[in-house]
């Protein structure tokens, strides 16, 4: 690596996560607003120093829910993540969770890790999960998805250290795959992954449900696809509906691990700490 090579480092996560403080924390004022190339979504870019002198770029990208797009701010994280010629494609994904809402914000976690992008798992929020009568178990989680787990208060910068040191030390390993697709689609992820010269197979299942506005497609590239797709009578909906259901399954088996509810309310809780590092790597 050369030394004047910066690490690119996407923050990801649902609107009204704590990522937009998270970017404050780690930028200052070392920040750049523009655009997203030919789009009117704002871009927020930084520059974060670590320790060892090592600078990063932060990429705060938009909120978003999922990696299928409804929106143009969507789109843009859906065009950021599975092209790796996109000026934005990171290094590292920071995954910012809010832990009083860890269901939903788990959905775009777990695909995140199938894209294939070294990520890191921050729990934000964890004060108001306890507030609201709930131990939401970092190591826990860090345990079942095998991630480098960080939990901090966005808000106040609480943590923030321990992200930066986790950074530091990541060994840029992508993380295993949650979702397993269905049987009787692998035969055609495959060939999509060998056509196209992709080495994951949500890669390739992404490519068959988004293939009409996926990044660096051409026409006839496009045709192929459709081939294929009437070959195997591939249903691109249904395809999606089914993930869907079968990641929150995924989900609810963390949840049920890692997570108690209707605990009388108090204001700290030992296993969800603010400021702590649950590396399982």
Do not use: W
Not at 39 to 67: A, F, H, N, W
Not at 201 to 209: E, F, G, K, Q, S
Request: charged content about 25%; proline content about 4%.
């Amino acid at each position: 690596m050369s030394g004047d090579y910066i690490k690119k480092i996407a923050l990801i996560g649902n609107p009204n996560s704590g990522k937009s403080s998270l970017f404050n924390h780690l930028t200052g004022l070392n920040q750049k607003v523009g655009n997203f190339p030919g789009v009117t979504v704002e871009k927020k870019t930084g520059i974060c120093q670590l320790e060892s002198r090592q600078k990063l770029m932060i990429i705060d990208l938009p909120g978003t829910y999922s990696i299928y797009p409804r929106s143009l701010d969507e789109r843009v994280v859906f065009e950021t993540l599975i092209d790796p010629h996109n000026d934005e494609f990171p290094d590292l994904a920071i995954m910012i969770i809010d832990a009083s809402n860890i269901k939903r914000n788990l959905l775009l976690f777990t695909q995140i890790t199938d894209l294939g992008i070294p990520v890191i798992l921050v729990l934000n929020m964890l004060d108001v999960a306890t507030n609201r009568g709930q131990r939401v178990s970092p190591t826990k989680i860090a345990r079942f998805f095998s991630v480098p787990t960080i939990s901090l208060n966005a808000r106040t910068g609480q943590g923030i250290e321990l992200l930066k040191k986790a950074i530091a030390e990541h060994k840029m390993t992508k993380a295993a795959s949650v979702y397993q697709t269905q049987t009787h689609e692998r035969e055609l992820e495959q060939e999509i992954m060998e056509r196209f010269g992709l080495d994951r197979a949500y890669m390739a299942h992404l490519m068959l449900i988004q293939h009409v506005n996926f990044p660096g497609l051409d026409l006839k590239e496009i045709d192929i696809i459709k081939e294929l797709i009437r070959k195997h009578k591939f249903n691109p909906e249904l395809s999606q509906s089914k993930e869907i259901i079968a990641r929150y399954k995924v989900i609810e088996k963390v949840i049920e691990d890692a997570v108690v509810y209707n605990l009388q309310k108090t204001a700290t809780s030992p296993s969800g700490s603010i400021g702590s590092s649950h590396i399982n790597s």
